[in-house]
Every structure is written in structure tokens, then in C-alpha cells.
């Protein structure tokens, strides 16, 4: 796991910086709301807006995967990309989102880019970040912390917080398991925002955290945010169902979830 250092500076007292955090966007599945995938891209060039993906960009489910389902594909899959499929979701998620590439903290790789790679060679997970033109230094795999410095123009010493973000594990169909997932992870990481995706769960939990100050002569609390974002995937449409109705799952909320932060207060605010 490696450690990912962004510097933000903020050029107005009022105004937070905002972070959305998504992922499972599985572009290339028929499922999938692609109005919504698009809402939220536009969202990403709003001014003092910055982006974390989690993972999961695209389905990546070509025809020789033992989960095809030609049934399953989105009417912009033509005839010509049944060759292809990886590469035409690829290109499908790098012209949504690579006009807000600059404002990409870091991208994640899901289990789906994890798959296609193991079983067919293919490495999407680079071939999107080449196209986006995020390097290295902003694609960390399945995880990462990633330390934000917060500056005020006008102030010398930043807020830093700690980001604990990963693709996501495990599963289960309510939500209790989920959420007791997301709660333990700071028993082991060490972080003030934890976000994941993979379980197609929209989460978000803020909660304090109570210690001493830097010089410990005080008792102070601070923020503590927990997220797992949504999906972007649709169930029980009005089509011929995907693997959410075959597999009798439960519908949930879909989307990002933002971290809204005001450096000046030290304080967090979580919008879904």
C-alpha cells in the first residue's frame, strides 16, 4: 500500500473544499444509469471540486468470460465492439471523465479491472489512466492513503487529513453487515476519511474522534467520516432484468457521496 501526497488550497473563507467519492460506475453493463454516470461528471468541473474513483470504471466482461450475457449489454455497444468489448469501455469512460482529469486525486482498481487482468492479460486499469494521463504518482491500485494539506491563502499551516481508501471487500445483503465492516476499519488504519465501494451500498456515517491536542495538553475531538459510495447500476428496470434480479438482490441508493471540507473550522461535512 502506498502513500499518495496532495497539496489543495483554498481561495475563499466560505466556501468548502468538496470531494466526491465514486466508483462501481461498470460502464458497459445495460444496467448501468449513464445519465447519472454523466450528472456527476459535470459535477467534477465545478470550481474547488476535486475526485476520488474507487474502482470498478467499466464491467470488462468480455465474450469468452463465463459471465457474457449479451442481454446484459447497453444499446451503445455495436456489432464491430463484440471483438472488443474492454476497449470500447474503456474509451466510454475516458470521454466522460477525461475533461475533469486534473481534478482527480487518485484512481482506484476494483475487482473488475483485478479480473480481466488475471484471466485475459489485459490491463485497463493502465490503459484508462494512460488516456486520462494520471501517472503513478495518482494510481495506487486497490488502495492507498492519501494525505490531503489543506491551505488557506492566507494562513502557513495547513489542515491535514488522512484518507484510508480502497476498492472495497466482502458483501452480504443488508446493510448491518456493511456498515460494522466500514466501522472497524479504523481499528486497524489510521485515518480521518475511510471510504470504499464494491458493495454497491450507499453509506455514509460521520462520528467524532476524542484525544489529546499535538502538545497534549488538552482534550479535543475531531472528525471522523465513514463512506462507501453507490453504485451507479439500476435494478429491476423495466428490461429483461440483469444479474441484481436474477440473483434476488435489494435495490439501493445510488451515486457519490462528497466530503464537503472547511479548513478554517477543522471541520467535515458528509452529501450524498
Not at 465545478?46 to 469468452?64: P, Q, R
Not at 489510521?190 to 464494491?198: C, E, K, N, R
Request: neutral net charge; aromatic residues 8%.
Amino acid at each position: 500500500m502506498r502513500c499518495i501526497d496532495t497539496t489543495l488550497h483554498v481561495e475563499s473563507r466560505s466556501e468548502p473544499v468538496k470531494i466526491v467519492f465514486l466508483g462501481d460506475t461498470h460502464l458497459g453493463n445495460g444496467d448501468t444509469d449513464e445519465d447519472l454516470v454523466k450528472q456527476t461528471a459535470q459535477r467534477l468541473g465545478e470550481d474547488g471540486t476535486y475526485w476520488v474513483d474507487l474502482g470498478d470504471a467499466c464491467d470488462f466482461i468480455n465474450m469468452h468470460d463465463k459471465r457474457f450475457d449479451a442481454a446484459s449489454l447497453p444499446p451503445w455497444i455495436g456489432l464491430a465492439d463484440l471483438a472488443d468489448l474492454a476497449t470500447a469501455q474503456v474509451q466510454r469512460y475516458v470521454d466522460i471523465f477525461k475533461p475533469y482529469a486534473e481534478t482527480c486525486l487518485c484512481r482506484l482498481q476494483g475487482n473488475h479491472e483485478d479480473s480481466i487482468r488475471k484471466r485475459f492479460e489485459r490491463d485497463v486499469y493502465h490503459e484508462i489512466n494512460a488516456k486520462m494521463g494520471v501517472g503513478r504518482d495518482r494510481a495506487p491500485g486497490y488502495g492507498c492513503f492519501l494525505r490531503l494539506r489543506v491551505y488557506r491563502l492566507e494562513k502557513s499551516d495547513p489542515w491535514t487529513l488522512i484518507c484510508f481508501l480502497h476498492h472495497g471487500a466482502g458483501g452480504g445483503m443488508l446493510a448491518g453487515s456493511k456498515a460494522l465492516r466500514l466501522e472497524r476499519l479504523p481499528m486497524s488504519f489510521d485515518a480521518d476519511i475511510f471510504a470504499v465501494g464494491h458493495t454497491h451500498t450507499k453509506m455514509a456515517l460521520t462520528k467524532r474522534r476524542v484525544g489529546l491536542s499535538p502538545r497534549g495538553k488538552r482534550v479535543i475531538d475531531k472528525p471522523l467520516a465513514l463512506i462507501n459510495s453507490g453504485a451507479f447500476m439500476r435494478s429491476y428496470v423495466q428490461n429483461d432484468g440483469g444479474y441484481v434480479e436474477g440473483g434476488l438482490l435489494y435495490p439501493q441508493g445510488l451515486g457519490p457521496v462528497e466530503v464537503w471540507i472547511w479548513s478554517q473550522e477543522k471541520e467535515l461535512r458528509l452529501v450524498q
